[in-house]
């Protein structure tokens, strides 16, 4: 079986079962029929599809896939039934974050310059090259609304991506939509195919341009996006938006002041049609200027913008005056909210996601010390993380503070999945069900473990709710592969002191609940027709498992036969 390669020492472990197994790449487990053929066009058409589907990496990101299995499932789901949605966990959605971040931040750059110079003309705001750079940017701020319309979401509540096109609208008109509308205006499409009017025209369209303020929004949530995918820590996150916050409403008010005080008249509302004459420093505004009136911008405004005076520019009308206590107020907001984000920083030293990095930290000091190989040290720390989810926190301890039904009513909950994919829990009586769920144990088992060995004794069954494993005979001859929602090893719970007939195998990072025989025959005691059926189960793959290692141990023996004769 080809697929991707883990490790050398995984090769050969599979290889003593004879078989070189390694977990398939499920990017390569489809026909593609519906794209067939060799040409330059089907290979970008399936390229497109790959980019589209739900990503192998999802699985170290987010909570929904954590096994090869579930995105295998999930990637048919959404062939079969949305071919023409964008996965919210595929690679091309983290790209599209990686585009608007930066498409975003120039924005937040480049449109304060248009109301420091939109009186001038002559500065390079107006030139075909700027505009082309503009125009490019708009056209992106409106491709994000329809790639949103064809992106699917992940319901919390659910626990599952909607691909729906109706209920994406229905979300998506309900969180963003307006406010990516507004912040999509082709605001320099117009400024474009108006050129050689009258600069009033020009500052008609300038006002719209307020709007692209709250592309903050927007850019939070795709850099949130990005830091997730990453795995960037929350305080990196954090402090990075700090500054980013900082600088961009630095820039963007003293420009923003500039444009508003200059063009707000003794006798004209805030949006009127007359304006006051251009800004007293616009004769200046030629190309080898620009940085100097941007510079002497944002030295007069900041006065204002920190509280500390009105620098040269005095009020000189009602509506002046007003802008200004508006920013005073508005910078002093600002000022506490920047205060709050540092606070969260702070706090989140206490969180789980930093004790998380404090317990890796300590974890790497200690592997440091013990001079653990390279090798045992990626494994250790995969465990880890997979196991905590870069959340640490003690669980026993949660437990031990609420009431039996609660800790029941959790368990419950967080088996959901497990108990809707094992066919060995479906119909089962609601209170058997407690008892076997309040019994599992669970474990994680890196690629290349070995979860039972064949000819040892057994006393547990094994649950696997999340990843892939493969089962061998006792003369290494490959069964099967496993995946989520599968079990194995009921042999043990109907047969007293037996021997494992087959080894079981970790392929991929698993999650798996064990299941001891000694809490088993408790709680099914009173269910003898479950009891009957778990046995024939277990008949029937000792049967099959038992022929197949007959069969491998004549096929080798004929080979054996053949080479000396």
Request: include cysteine; aromatic fraction near 16%.
């Amino acid at each position: 079986m080809t697929g991707k390669d883990h490790s050398g020492a995984s090769r050969s472990l599979f290889a003593r079962y004879g078989h070189d197994c390694t977990l398939e790449n499920i990017s390569d487990t489809y026909d593609w029929e519906e794209v067939p053929g060799t040409s330059l066009w089907s290979k970008f058409k399936r390229w497109i599809i790959r980019m589209i589907v739900v990503s192998e990496a999802s699985k170290f990101y987010t909570h929904h896939l954590r096994s090869f299995g579930a995105i295998t499932k999930e990637r048919k789901r959404q062939l079969r039934h949305h071919k023409f949605r964008i996965h919210p966990f595929c690679t091309a959605r983290i790209v599209w974050a990686i585009v608007m971040v930066i498409v975003i931040f120039l924005e937040l750059i480049a449109s304060p310059f248009k109301f420091l110079l939109c009186d001038n003309l002559e500065s390079f705001v107006y030139t075909k090259e700027w505009l082309t750079f503009r125009m490019i940017m708009d056209t992106f701020l409106l491709l994000n609304i329809v790639i949103n319309c064809l992106t699917g979401y992940y319901d919390e509540p659910m626990q599952e991506v909607v691909l729906d096109f109706k209920k994406i609208l229905l979300h998506y008109s309900r969180t963003t939509l307006i406010v990516d509308v507004l912040c999509a205006i082709p605001v320099n499409w117009a400024i474009f195919f108006s050129l050689g009017q009258d600069v009033s025209v020009h500052i008609y369209f300038t006002w719209l341009l307020i709007f692209r303020f709250f592309l903050l929004i927007v850019f939070s949530k795709y850099f949130k996006t990005i830091a997730d995918y990453f795995n960037i820590n929350h305080y990196t996150y954090m402090t990075s938006m700090v500054f980013f916050y900082t600088f961009i409403f630095w820039h963007v008010m003293c420009c923003l002041i500039t444009f508003v005080k200059f063009h707000l008249g003794e006798d004209n509302q805030l949006f009127s049609g007359v304006f006051l004459e251009p800004y007293q420093y616009s004769s200046k505004s030629n190309k080898s200027n620009v940085w100097e009136i941007y510079f002497e911008a944002i030295h007069r405004k900041s006065l204002i913008l920190y509280n500390s005076g009105f620098g040269k520019d005095l009020p000189t009308n009602e509506y002046q005056i007003v802008l200004i206590y508006c920013v005073w107020y508005g910078s002093s907001l600002f000022c506490i909210f920047i205060l709050a984000m540092i606070m969260e920083i702070n706090r989140g030293r206490t969180s789980s996601a930093h004790k998380y990095d404090e317990m890796e930290k300590q974890l790497k000091e200690y592997m440091q010390h013990k001079q653990l190989p390279a090798q045992m040290k990626s494994k250790i720390l995969t465990y880890y993380e997979f196991k905590y989810q870069k959340r640490y926190f003690r669980e026993n301890e949660i437990l031990a503070t609420i009431s039996e039904q609660l800790r029941q009513e959790m368990n419950l909950h967080a088996c959901r999945k497990l108990v809707e994919n094992v066919i060995f829990f479906r119909n089962l009586p609601l209170n058997l069900l407690v008892r076997i769920i309040s019994c599992l144990r669970i474990e994680v088992y890196l690629v290349n473990d070995i979860i039972i060995r064949a000819n040892t004794p057994g006393a547990s069954m094994y649950f696997i709710s999340t990843g892939t494993v493969a089962i061998y005979t006792k003369s290494g001859k490959e069964i099967c592969h496993l995946e989520d929602g599968a079990h194995f090893g009921e042999v043990a719970l109907i047969i007293k002191d037996t021997f494992r007939i087959a080894t079981v195998i970790a392929v991929e990072v698993s999650e798996i609940y064990r299941l001891d025989q000694k809490d088993f025959v408790k709680a099914i005691n009173p269910y003898p027709d479950l009891l009957a059926n778990i046995q024939h189960i277990a008949a029937e793959r000792m049967e099959v498992a038992t022929m197949l290692d007959e069969y491998n141990k004549r096929e080798l023996a004929m080979k054996r036969f053949n080479l000396i004769k």
